[in-house]
Nanobody
């Protein structure tokens, strides 16, 4: 069983900062890309940022220069540092990871699968 658990959301004034964390746990053989997505009320879920296991990053144009994604591979954790938050950043933020599960013998179990966290609320008030 693989789980992604997010933390760090909350309410902040516009212009403020928050840091989200997402830790993957369970029977994990390997983790490839990790990322953050968000879904605002009445809108579709959209990509915020992704990071590969080699450290290559990709950002939505709307967050470039304000958000920074990073990961600690030893801890199976991905972070999202959000600075200069705007009211339009208000959404539920979801962690995503491409994970190869592990058997009880420590071998890969099947192909990469996409896992999602439960979501964490971020509100930037004007």
């Amino acid at each position: 069983q693989v789980q992604l658990v997010e933390s760090g959301g909350g309410l902040v004034q516009a212009g403020g900062s928050l840091r989200l964390s997402c830790a993957a746990s369970g029977s994990i053989f390997s983790i490839n890309a990790m990322g953050w997505y968000r879904q605002a009320p009445g809108k579709q879920r959209e990509l915020v940022a992704t990071i590969t296991n080699s450290g290559s990053t990709n950002y939505a144009d709307s967050v470039k220069g304000r958000f920074t994604i990073s990961r600690d591979s030893a801890k199976n954790t991905v972070y999202l540092q959000m600075n200069r938050l705007k009211p339009e950043d208000t959404a539920v933020y979801y962690c995503n990871a491409e994970i190869t599960p592990s058997t009880i013998w420590g071998r890969p179990q099947g192909p990469n699968l996409a896992y999602w966290g439960q979501g964490t609320h971020v509100t930037a008030s004007s």
